[in-house]
């Protein structure tokens, strides 16, 4: 894995980034964008953990949030700071949803990303940064306590505080 880097990548309004998992995490689908802005190839990719790409910056709390709303069956909106294999990164707001087979099973997930605003991003990241700097102090409780009381504070879920930004 790369040393992350301050080059920004991009992608068009229009584009949308897919990508589908198991139930593990371990992909097992992504798109030509996908491909492209993560830099690795398709096989690299592959068989790979999802969290190949997760960026350093981005909080174990929010993921911990987004695993336990798509295994429970719903689907979350959540703003992600991925990491590419030169180190460079990118933010998507991500759509992940379950998916099911005929038994109503989950058998994995499939994520579509869309680039975000830079309004929107400049407001998550600095809340971002709060949670990042509460877990390196007191772990995922400390971030969590953070994380529902900044919540708490507007009185919303997650999901609708990404989607008001």
Known sequence: MSTPNNTEKTF???EIIVSKTDTK???TYGNELFIKMSGYTEDELLGAN???IRHPDMPKIVFKL?????QAGKEIFAYVKNMS???????????VTPSYDLKGNIIGYYSVRRKPSREAINKIDPVYQAL?????????NESMKLID?????????YEEFALSL
Not at 132 to 140: C, P, R, V
């Open 12 to 14: 068009a309004e229009d």
């Open 25 to 27: 995490g371990i992909i």
């Open 50 to 52: 999802h969290n190949i």
């Open 66 to 70: 987004l695993w336990d709303t798509v």
């Open 85 to 95: 294999k030169d180190g460079s990164y990118y933010w998507v707001l991500a759509n």
């Open 132 to 140: 990042i700097n509460a877990e390196k102090t007191g772990g995922m």
């Open 149 to 157: 009381a900044t919540l708490s504070s507007v009185g919303m879920s």
